[in-house]
């Protein structure tokens, strides 16, 4: 993928619908260039197209991994750069499932005697050329389109171990702090990392803000530590302030 198709995909993410003239216009290309690299993105499923406009992907269902990877990717690194100050050689962790939290499996090579838990197969494989890491990865039903386990397997995995730091995203977020996923298969997995850990870091991304998904548990001011990229609301950071959680951006 090039650059402009890159920044195109970033730009409807961020700006919502829009018509392929003020996309071309944004791009400083024609119309027609635009509409063939709209055609691209959208068989590659980075975007939708409709009657001469440009549609980010629903919030209302997950997308895979790879389009997940690319939205918000330099934001991804931030998080990822700012989640490793809050960790020491020699931790245990839990890594769930998420793009932003392989980003951060990915920064972790520099720590020694890591002991790490995780259902993500894409921070197993960052994880796989770690030089002193012990990892352990949950075996079950792996859910092919984001190459993770899920469901029960991944609620057991979990309660069976303790980990000094978990590290976790979420679907979305809403005005009020309320977390959403997509399926009740990752909240039952969510939910068990959360218990079993000692400190809990919650890394989402800006482009999640002030959305809903269909399955609700738990609130952003029950944790640790929130890592993001981009300041939130001011009514959101006097909340989490107020419940004397940490918040990195």
């Not at 980990?163 to 995203?169: E, M, N, T, Y």
């Not at 809990?200 to 002030?210: G, N, P």
Request: a neutral charge; proline letters at 2%; charged letters at 25%.
């Amino acid at each position: 993928m090039n650059k402009r198709h890159y920044d195109i995909v970033q730009w409807v993410n961020k700006h919502g619908r829009q018509t392929l003239q003020s996309t071309a216009d944004e791009f400083g290309v024609s119309v027609q260039t635009i509409r063939s690299d709209i055609r691209i993105l959208a068989e590659k499923g980075l975007v939708l197209r409709s009657h001469g406009e440009v549609i980010p992907f629903p919030h209302r269902e997950n997308v895979s991994f790879d389009q997940r990877r690319i939205r918000n990717a330099i934001g991804k690194k931030h998080i990822a750069n700012l989640c490793i100050s809050k960790i020491a050689d020699y931790q245990s962790i839990f890594l769930g499932s998420g793009s932003s939290v392989a980003e951060v499996a990915s920064q972790l090579n520099a720590f020694q005697g890591l002991q790490v838990m995780t259902t993500n197969l894409h921070a197993a494989r960052n994880l796989c050329e770690h030089p002193d890491c012990e990892l352990t990865i949950s075996g079950g039903r792996v859910r092919m389109r984001d190459q993770d386990v899920i469901g029960g397997d991944a609620m057991l995995f979990f309660q069976r171990y303790r980990a000094d730091i978990g590290i976790f995203s979420v679907a979305t977020v809403n005005k009020h702090g309320n977390l959403f996923d997509f399926t009740d298969d990752e909240v039952m997995a969510r939910q068990a990392l959360v218990e079993h850990c000692h400190y809990r870091i919650l890394v989402i991304d800006s482009t999640k803000f002030e959305k809903e998904s269909r399955c609700l548990w738990g609130k952003m001011s029950d944790y640790d530590c929130v890592i993001t990229d981009q300041k939130p609301s001011s009514s959101l950071l006097n909340m989490l302030h107020y419940q004397g959680v940490e918040i990195l951006y």
